[in-house]
């Protein structure tokens, strides 16, 4: 608890004044507990609010529980509301005590006035003292059937407050089953809100163990079941309708005359003003579409209006949660917002928070046709005398240049950025400037111009003197002084405490001295001595390895620190997809804030209701059948990606995928077969960062293309039924229940890609092979099908969701099935089918 | 499902705590508090409102200096426990008539009574102000109004110490009047705040309302409630009948990009005659929230001139003039304007024969401020400042300095020309008409002219 105040400001009852105060209170409450005097329940209630004032700033005040209890006969309903706080905060630690409250509180249970009942009622259920529960059963039965729909409510909830201190009570007097009638029958929305959040928790803790309760709990996303919630919907508080709205979200409508129903019923719940029901109310929209392209795409307009409202119309903390919302609907359609850019300019009194979030909106709706208004806007943030602002801005600057939009007039910007001659926005677009480089060589002319101009000295930040570093070596040739500025760094060499830039000033003066060797020999000999008496052990490393590989062949140290280099086409995304739509299954929740689905932070038992096909999903991952070794490993490797933080991981994928374009040659030679696969081991010994492979390496052996590895398991004859057929509904409610079993990235022919103009091409070729599309849609480059196909002698039924990108051709995989020991055979029939896919 | 509740003082002290679910730790708040304090080690950075810490998720809200707190381990949706945050805080200032740390503790044992009936076992049941009436018992011990600085609406009515006949607005619902009689009484607020970015020749490069028609009823009986807007007022961008543009310069159609409404509003005639029905709940609620893109007319202009004056020196001229009419006044405006790092002292030359302005150089952030009472439509104002440096200029001055924000009130005055047409109270009983209150107000939101 929080320490007590400490001053005595204001003469307000909730100041302490020291642990003797307590004992006297307890004298003064015996002396009143049996008085009738005029006037006691008036000296009482500031006696009471003393005890829950030390209660509220964490004293310990359970030494005068019974004199609480002795005082709570009084008909006074002030003090009985304190009186019941008390007790419900103490009696779980003193459950001997707590007894002493039962009487009283069954008593009151069955008092005239419905309130007193109510608030009785509900202090006996919060007790939370097992040996108690036999107390329970009685008040709680009759409060479910009083008259009165406060008590009622109450009552309803009760049983789930039960239910956790002794399932089988709660079970065994039937509750459940009263809850059930009473969700159906009462007139009272509250009641009915609360039944159903109480059976929603009892039904899915008791799933695990009972079949009944996995059944029931079921059945509230039956038909008649959310169409009666549905047409109460009106009579339900705000908050209960957010209930109702996520259970409806995970209904699966029979057809789209549903879906219309559905949506023109719940029309004007967009127009609300509490933001949880607006956003409850899109997630119904948009998962109930899912199946439906144009009318998805129809949802993201539809809902773009209120969400801005809700961006602008609420407080800040409210901008915050609605904007992540949006940002993760951007990802998706990132057209949808195209032409509002202007929304998401950062207004100057807003917490960093919001703005940085609208960073990330400016970057994900930028396109060819608002990127130079967009630009032009973050430019003048980067002037902006706010540094953490000014640096996120020229990151968002960054990354729009690498979505290749403009690139021309941003370049030009970001190089005028290093003219401010301001350090953090130096330090901060040099690492983009070595980013651009690395995918746009062609600039690296204008770019080194304005480089060269740049005095090391005035760059400190460790991974901006890096990234300059890393400029000097890779255009030593280009840059005059490069050698000599490389000289008088390693000539600072003990000054320097990074070890990252110690790295990288070996390889640059390496680089440099490949190109331009007598000019750096001597700055090499002392980089390399420098550097095999370095403490730190990869710098050591690094050093001697250059140095034998001197020794060795300076040739062969040419084609391992200086390979020729290809432009990188496409930086590492930082999310798979597979949690993109994880996170867009739990929309309007905190996993759309943390950006991580919801298994990453919430133990088990917190993940609600409806979280099953997680929970399988992570079964089947342990039970993965041993031969199928190689996707078993895959699926490791992308647990560890997953584990990783976003910032990490951004960095050890890049390094991985761009492997040959970049950075230290250690992770140069871990791509490179043939001649430095001898070193590449020794290197990823000493370099514990480059052990996580590539997670597409084992698809790529998938895919035969040469990679030594071990075989995948040798396809076993699956015999796939030509006429297999699922209509679209039926599949979609397949493809909720069922886990993931298979998910593979993987490359398509360009041919076939090609082709692709005719949306029918790639259906009718995998028809062919007795996999049937299902549903198909997007734009170019973004294509999304998916098919279904079932075994030949059973109903055992396979469903792919094969995500295509026409531009990169690649092919994002996930398969689910009935049969889930025989989803590898199937994916690798269904890859085989896909390979020959406008070769033929 | 909500595990605690609490508010915390600025200190980090509890006010009240509340544990509804028994699965997080008892020193939540105190986790909590340290971790928001030092988000940032230079604590320059502002806490997410939400983040997860060992798995227990805290939502917080600032509302008048104080912390609202909520934690789970559930997966939430943030939008549920935010609103709802913001809803106890005002429910409680219903209940108290002034939220601010004195009036929660004074009345802790009432905030109580309240968060029983608000949340059960993590689930919210009700945040109406009428609803909870019924339940709750306690009589809140009201603080002094007069004496404290009122935040929110109720403040944007005042002018100096003198207040607009809004002093209810700082009335509890539940509390009477010193003559034991409750005066029938409605409010209507119309608050819209505005954003505008002009370019550094001055266009205007960005604008936007986002206005609240904000209700506080004190009427007994509850009766229903009409209210009418302006005829020519148009939802959705896409909705204007063509012909209306040509007809009026100027006097256009009032078009809401959006909007949306309390749940107690009727809209059944609103496309026939623009009037909304409801039957308002007790205490303070917004009717409407509305937005417009709409190109309007900014209150202010505002010049800025830079020019080095010599090699340590340079000169600005700052300029605004108040383009509404002159019937209207302007409160409270504040200008402000970072200057360059290297600034060491500032002379300012004030206009003569103005009272209440004032500016000032803020040497710790380097900010020059000018503060002006009040401002009559039609009028300008200048100011001329001489800046002192301590090292050479290098570069181009203006990327060094600006942009100028300002802040300001204006009462009576709404640039987006909605207007609330009447406001009619269904009659239940004979007693003399109830006091209407419809009030206009216009507040800075973020208003900043770039140099």
Not at chain 1, 508 to 522: D, G, H, I, W, Y
Not at chain 2, 269 to 289: I, K, Q
């Amino acid at each position: 608890m929080a320490p007590p105040a400490q001053s005595q400001r204001s003469p307000s009852p909730s100041q302490p004044s020291g642990k003797g105060e307590v004992s006297d209170l307890k004298t003064q409450l015996r002396q009143l507990a049996g008085s009738r005097a005029p006037g006691t329940d008036d000296t009482k209630r500031e006696l009471f609010k003393k005890v829950i004032s030390y209660m509220t700033i964490g004293i310990d005040v359970s030494s005068v529980f019974s004199e609480m209890v002795m005082c709570s006969a009084t008909s006074d309903i002030v003090l009985k509301k304190m009186c019941y706080l008390y007790v419900g905060n103490y009696a779980k630690h003193n459950p001997d005590l707590a007894l002493l409250t039962i009487n009283f509180l069954q008593r009151d249970c069955k008092d005239e006035d419905p309130m007193i009942r109510g608030l009785a009622l509900r202090s006996l259920c919060s007790l939370g003292v097992a040996n108690l529960v036999e107390y329970l059963v009685g008040p709680l039965g009759n409060g479910l059937k009083d008259g009165n729909s406060y008590v009622r409510t109450v009552a309803a909830v009760g049983v789930v407050k039960l239910y956790h201190l002794s399932a089988s009570t709660c079970v065994d007097a039937d509750f459940p089953a009263l809850l059930k009638h009473l969700m159906l029958k009462d007139k009272d929305a509250q009641v009915v809100a609360n039944c159903l959040t109480s059976l929603q928790e009892i039904w899915s803790l008791e799933a695990s163990t009972s079949e009944e309760a996995a059944r029931e709990r079921e059945s509230l996303l039956s038909k008649p079941l959310v169409y009666y919630f549905l047409n109460r919907m009106k009579e339900f508080s705000e908050w209960a309708q957010c209930i109702v709205l996520e259970l409806v979200s995970k209904y699966v409508p029979m057809d789209s005359e549903e879906i219309f129903d559905m949506m023109n019923l719940l029309e004007d719940r967009l127009q609300h003003a509490n933001g949880a029901v607006v956003l409850a109310t899109i997630k119904v929209f948009l998962h109930i579409t899912l199946s439906m392209t144009d009318v998805h795409q129809q949802v993201y307009e539809r809902i773009k209006a209120p969400l801005l409202t809700l961006v602008s119309s609420g407080s800040p903390e409210q901008s915050y949660a609605v904007l992540s919302h949006l940002h993760l609907l951007v990802m998706r359609a990132p057209y949808i917002f195209s032409s509002d850019y202007k929304h998401f300019y950062c207004q100057y009194n807003e917490p960093f928070y919001v703005k940085k979030l609208k960073l990330e909106m400016l970057t994900a709706v930028a396109n060819e046709s608002n990127t130079y208004e967009i630009v032009t806007e973050l430019c003048e943030y980067v002037a902006n005398v706010d540094i953490p602002m000014a640096r996120e801005s020229i990151r968002a600057v960054g990354k729009i240049a690498l979505q290749q939009y403009d690139v021309n007039a941003i370049v030009d910007r970001l190089l005028q950025f290093l003219e401010m001659e301001k350090e953090h926005v130096t330090a901060e677009t040099l690492v983009l400037v070595k980013d651009l480089l690395r995918k746009y060589p062609q600039w690296s002319h204008d770019c080194i111009a304005v480089v060269g101009n740049i005095s090391s000295k005035n760059v400190q930040e460790p991974k901006a003197k890096a990234a300059l570093i890393w400029m000097l070596g890779e255009y030593a040739q280009d840059m005059q002084d490069s050698p000599y500025i490389l000289e008088s760094l390693v000539e600072n060499w003990d000054e320097e405490d990074s070890a990252e830039v110690r790295l990288h000033l070996l390889t640059a003066v390496m680089k440099c001295f490949l190109r331009r060797s007598p000019e750096t020999q001597k700055a090499l000999g002392a980089a390399l001595a420098a550097g095999v008496a370095d403490f730190h052990q990869d710098v050591h490393d690094r050093a001697l390895l250059y140095y034998r590989l001197l020794q060795y062949d300076v040739f062969v140290a040419e084609r391992i620190v200086n390979p020729p280099k290809q432009a990188v086409s496409v930086f590492a995304d930082t999310q798979s997809s597979e949690m993109k739509d994880r996170i867009f299954d739990e929309f309007n929740s905190l996993s759309v804030v943390y950006q991580k689905p919801s298994y990453m932070f919430t133990d088990k038992e917190h993940r609600g209701p409806f979280a099953f096909s997680e929970e399988l999903g992570n079964l089947s991952i342990g039970t993965e059948p041993s031969d199928a070794e190689v996707s078993a490993q895959r699926v490791e490797a992308n647990d560890k990606d997953l584990l990783l933080s976003t910032s990490e991981k951004e960095e050890s994928q890049g390094y991985a995928n761009n492997g040959s374009a970049y950075s230290a040659p250690s992770y140069n030679a871990s791509t490179m077969p043939g001649a430095s696969q001898g070193h590449f081991d020794l290197v990823s010994l000493d370099q514990p960062s480059t052990v996580h492979p590539p997670a597409n390496f084992a698809i790529d052996d998938l895919l035969g293309l040469g990679m030594p590895a071990t075989p995948g398991p040798a396809p076993s004859a699956l015999l796939l039924n030509a006429k297999a057929a699922i209509d679209p509904s039926a599949f979609q409610q397949k493809w909720r229940q069922l886990p993931v079993s298979v998910s593979q990235e993987l490359t398509i022919d360009p041919r076939g890609v090609a082709t692709m103009t005719n949306p029918q091409a790639l259906p009718q070729h995998m028809q062919g092979h007795s996999i049937n599309c299902v549903a198909s849609g997007g734009q170019a480059p973004n294509f999304k099908f998916f098919f279904v196909a079932q075994k030949a002698e059973e109903v055992s039924a396979y469903l792919v969701e094969c995500i295509i990108n026409s531009s990169s051709c690649k092919v994002q995989l996930k398969i689910k099935a009935d049969d889930q020991t025989t989803s590898q055979a199937f994916s690798d029939l269904f890859q085989s089918a896909l390979s020959t896919f406008g070769s033929g | 499902m909500i595990s605690q509740f609490f508010v915390l003082s600025q200190r980090g002290d509890n006010i009240v705590f509340r544990d509804y679910r028994g699965d997080v730790q008892k020193g939540s708040a105190e986790i909590f508090f340290r971790k928001v304090k030092f988000w940032k080690e230079d604590g320059k950075e502002e806490a997410p409102p939400v983040f997860n810490l060992d798995g227990v998720n805290y939502f917080h809200v600032k509302v008048v200096g104080l912390l609202f707190v909520a934690t789970t381990r559930t997966n939430l949706s943030p939008s549920l426990a935010l609103e709802l945050l913001q809803r106890i805080a005002r429910v409680i200032k219903d209940y108290l008539g002034v939220l601010n740390e004195e009036s929660l503790r004074k009345n802790f044992v009432l905030v109580y009574e309240l968060l029983d009936e608000v949340i059960d076992f993590g689930y919210v049941q009700t945040t109406s102000t009428e609803v909870l009436k019924s339940y709750v018992f306690n009589e809140p011990i009201v603080v002094d109004a007069a004496r404290l600085p009122t935040l929110g609406p109720a403040a944007l009515f005042m002018q100096g110490n003198k207040r607009m006949p809004g002093t209810a607005v700082t009335k509890s619902v539940v509390a009477n009047e010193p003559g034991g009689r409750k005066r029938e009484e409605i409010f209507v607020d119309i608050i819209e705040k505005i954003s505008v970015t002009f370019s550094s020749s001055g266009y205007v490069l960005t604008s936007e309302i986002d206005g609240t028609i904000q209700m506080k009823s004190y009427l007994t009986g509850n009766p229903e409630i009409r209210l009418a807007l302006n005829d020519d007022l148009y939802i959705g961008r896409g909705s204007v009948p063509h012909y209306g543009y040509s007809g009026s310069s100027g006097a256009g159609a009032v078009i809401l990009d959006d909007c949306n409404f309390h749940e107690s509003v009727h809209m059944d005639n609103f496309d026939v005659d623009r009037t909304m029905s409801l039957v308002p709940p007790d205490g303070e609620f917004p009717v409407m929230n509305y937005r417009i893109t709409q190109e309007f007319k900014p209150p202010f202009t505002v010049n800025t001139l830079i020019e080095e004056a010599g090699s340590l020196k340079a000169e600005v001229i700052l300029k605004i003039r108040a383009e509404f009419p002159s019937s209207i006044t302007a409160n409270t405006i504040l200008v402000e304007m970072p200057l360059p790092t290297y600034t060491t002292r500032v002379n300012f030359d004030l206009e003569r024969g103005i009272v209440g302005q004032n500016a000032d150089f803020k040497e710790s952030q380097k900010k020059l401020e000018w503060s002006i009472k009040k401002i009559v439509g039609g009028s300008e104002h200048t100011l001329r400042a001489k800046l002192n440096f301590s090292q050479e200029l290098h570069g181009n001055i203006t990327k060094e300095a600006g942009p100028v924000s300002l802040t300001f009130t204006i009462p009576m005055y709404n640039p987006s020309r909605l207007q609330v047409k009447y406001l009619q109270i269904a009659k239940k009983t004979k007693t003399a008409n109830p006091y209407r209150w419809v009030r206009y107000v216009t507040q800075a939101n973020s208003y900043v002219a770039r140099i």
